[in-house]
Structures are given as C-alpha cells and as structure tokens.
T-cell receptor, first 113, second 110 residues
Framework: DTGVSQNPRHKITKRGQNVTFRCDPI?????LYWYRQTLGQGPEFLTY????????KSRLLSDRFSAERPKGSFSTLEIQRTEQGDSAMYLC???????????FGPGTRLTVL | GEDVEQSLFLSVREGDSSVINCTYT??????LYWYKQEPGAGLQLLTY?????DMKQDQRLTVLLNKKDKHLSLRIADTQTGDSAIYFC??????????FGAGTRLAVHP
C-alpha cells in the first residue's frame, strides 16, 4: 500500500498520560499536515511541515502538543498530560504541493478516559 | 478570518440529483475542494476547482463556483445509495492548510 499510513489506529489512554502517534506519508511527498477531527465537525488544521521544517502551527496546538518530522519522512505527534478534551480523530495528510494532491491517512482515534 | 459553512443534512431519493452547498469567507482562497467521508473510512478527495473557474464537471459530479458570492456547490447526478456519506467543502490558499466546513450528511433513500 503506497498511501498515507498512521499508527496506531486506535489509542485509549487515561487522563494525564502521554501519547505519541506516527504518520508515514506517501514517499515522494515533501509536505505533511496534521489535522484533528471531533465528532460532527470537519477536520481542523493543527500543523504543517515542509520536509523537516515545521512551517505553521495552529492556535489549537497548545504547549502540550508537539510534532516532529526529523528526517523529512515520517512524523510524530505527541500529546503530553492528555485531557478528555483531546479525544478526537487525529488525521495526517501529505502532498507534493500541487493542487488536489493532499491525501489523507485513515487517522488515529484517541479516547481519553 | 477563515470560515466555511455548510448545511448539515440532505436527504434525496435514489436516482435524483443531489446539490450540496457551501459558503466560504476567505477571498484569497485559490482552490476549493470537495471531500467525501464514509463511516469508518478516511477522507477521499472527490474534486477541486481553481478560483478563476466557474464550473468543473467530472463524470457524475459538477462543481459550480460563484466567486462574487463566495458560494460553492457540488451536484451529484443520478445519486446512488453508495453516495451516502458526509461531504466536506474545504478551501486553501496556495498549497498549504485546508479549512473545512462541518460537513453535509447525505442520505439516499429508495
């Protein structure tokens, strides 16, 4: 499968724990995006990488959130001290930067108890 | 600021046409998109239109753009039960982040 992959697909954690998600983009895509989707809403932009550089961060990305893309390939999104409000689907997308080529992964569903 | 609005629900009879509407606020939007999301599945890009175009047709899908009113619509001809899903309108400036609406749930009944 040459699409965007995300791991894990599901994560259940207790409030206060740290979690880390991984995204593997399509191999030739230099741009990588993280979004968050809550029930009944559209995806909301969190952050954007071009190669290894993090070029934009949303106000939604509080200090408890950190994202990295160390070698310009896969990316990780870490949430520290999780809160119940962090429960959502976390989506990763990648593109080459041409219109219409932003492809989404299946998402990681986070449930914080 | 950037905002995209859609009606939340649409119900159509199988074989009829569906029209899903969207309004956006960012006048600098260069591309507008329609994505489809089925239960338990990821977001699937259906089609997109450049902001200097009025219309784009792709098989059963027709996108109409009224840039003056910042209004975008998606028409699905001969709607089938397999078209039942949530449809998201999204805008972008350049090739960066997408701003999505809340989605329109399309229900197709016999």
């Amino acid at each position: 499968d040459t699409g965007v992959s995300q791991n894990p697909r599901h994560k259940i954690t207790k409030r206060g724990q740290n979690v880390t998600f991984r995204c593997d983009p399509i191999s030739e895509h230099n741009r990588l995006y993280w979004y968050r989707q809550t029930l009944g809403q559209g995806p909301e932009f969190l952050t954007y990488f071009q190669n290894e550089a993090q070029l934009e961060k949303s106000r939604l990305l509080s200090d408890r959130f950190s994202a990295e893309r160390p070698k310009g390939s896969f990316s990780t999104l870490e949430i520290q001290r999780t809160e119940q409000g962090d429960s959502a689907m976390y989506l990763c997308a990648s593109s080459k930067g041409t219109p219409g080529d932003q492809f989404f992964g299946p998402g990681t569903r986070l449930t914080v108890l | 600021g950037e905002d995209v609005e859609q009606s939340l629900f649409l119900s159509v009879r199988e074989g009829d046409s569906s029209v899903i509407n969207c309004t956006y606020t960012d006048s600098s939007s260069t591309y507008l998109y329609w994505y489809k999301q089925e239960p338990g599945a990821g977001l699937q890009l259906l089609t997109y239109i450049f902001s200097n175009m009025d219309m784009k047709q792709d098989q059963r899908l027709t996108v109409l753009l009224n840039k003056k009113d910042k209004h975008l619509s998606l028409r699905i001809a001969d709607t089938q039960t397999g078209d039942s899903a949530i449809y998201f309108c999204a805008e972008s400036s350049g090739y960066n982040k997408l701003i999505f609406g809340a989605g329109t749930r399309l229900a197709v009944h016999p």
